[in-house]
Nanobody
Framework: QVQVEESGGGSVPAGGSLRLSCAIS????????LGWFRQAPGKGREGVAS???????SYVGSMKGRFTISKDNAKNTLYLQMNNLKPEDTAKYYC?????????????????????WGQGTQVTVSS
């Protein structure tokens, strides 16, 4: 069975919005850290946002203020609301779960060897 599965990616013009969803198996959803990461062509993987069991959130760099991470515990689903998208946001977006508090360190390291990851969903923002 699929343990982590992202959806909601697509192509949008600059300034547009998208909401990504991530369905997570119950066993993985119970992990302390849930997060969104991305990887653009020619760049390494970077953290976007994380959320802890209690709902505490962290954001990285330019994503702060434009992106919002949230979760629905009843549905075991993680979300990323992306507003005012820019061409530089074009990337493959990944959802992940890990027991590696503090979550902000896991987020900033963005190491794909840590945690369980989905296959990603592509977001393309045109000029």
């Amino acid at each position: 069975q699929v343990q982590v599965e992202e959806s909601g990616g697509g192509s949008v013009p600059a300034g547009g919005s998208l909401r990504l969803s991530c369905a997570i198996s119950e066993s993985l959803y119970s992990r302390y850290c849930l997060g969104w990461f991305r990887q653009a062509p020619g760049k390494g993987r970077e953290g976007v946002a994380s959320i802890e069991r209690d709902g505490s959130t962290s954001y990285v760099g330019s994503m702060k203020g434009r992106f919002t991470i949230s979760k629905d515990n009843a549905k075991n689903t993680l979300y990323l609301q992306m507003n005012n998208l820019k061409p530089e946001d074009t990337a493959k977006y990944y959802c992940a779960a890990d027991n590696a508090p503090p979550c902000v360190r896991w987020l900033l390291q963005a190491d794909p060897s840590f945690g369980r990851w989905g296959q990603g969903t592509q977001v393309t923002v045109s000029s």
